[in-house]
């Protein structure tokens, strides 16, 4: 069992850089596949960034080239490095970790919920 913890959401102007913080406990973090996601006021949640246990990343063509996500496993701790934030990035943002294991299935878990604002 996990347990996430967001950190690092707030107010940025446009342009501006912010840097998200998952920390997890209960359990090691090497095994599972990490991400972000985010969700709009009157949208659905979105994936914005993966990385797999392996060291595989993938981005939204919305975030490329300005988040980066990253994990170190012995913090047991994910990043999300958000830079040249734009004002449609304002979402909460959710920090993401899963694993399917055999028999038992998909073991995931979802972190609180951080807000980023973009405006000016």
């Known amino acids: 069992q996990l347990q996430l913890v967001e950190s690092g959401g707030g107010l940025v102007q446009p342009g501006g850089s912010l840097r998200l913080s998952c920390a997890t406990s209960?359990?090691?973090?090497?095994?599972?596949?990490t991400g972000w996601f985010r969700q709009a006021p009157g949208k659905e949640r979105e994936a914005v960034a993966t990385l797999t246990s392996g060291g595989r990343t993938n981005y939204a063509d919305s975030v490329k080239g300005r988040f980066t996500i990253s994990r170190d496993n012995a913090k047991n701790t994910v990043y999300l490095q958000m830079n040249s934030l734009k004002p449609e990035d304002t979402a909460v943002y959710y920090c993401?970790?899963?694993?399917?294991?055999?028999?038992?299935?998909?073991?995931?878990?979802w972190g609180q919920g951080t807000q980023v604002t973009v405006s000016s």
């Open positions: 209960g359990s090691t973090l090497e095994d599972y596949a």
């Open positions: 993401y970790v899963g694993v399917i294991r055999i028999p038992s299935g998909l073991d995931d878990y």
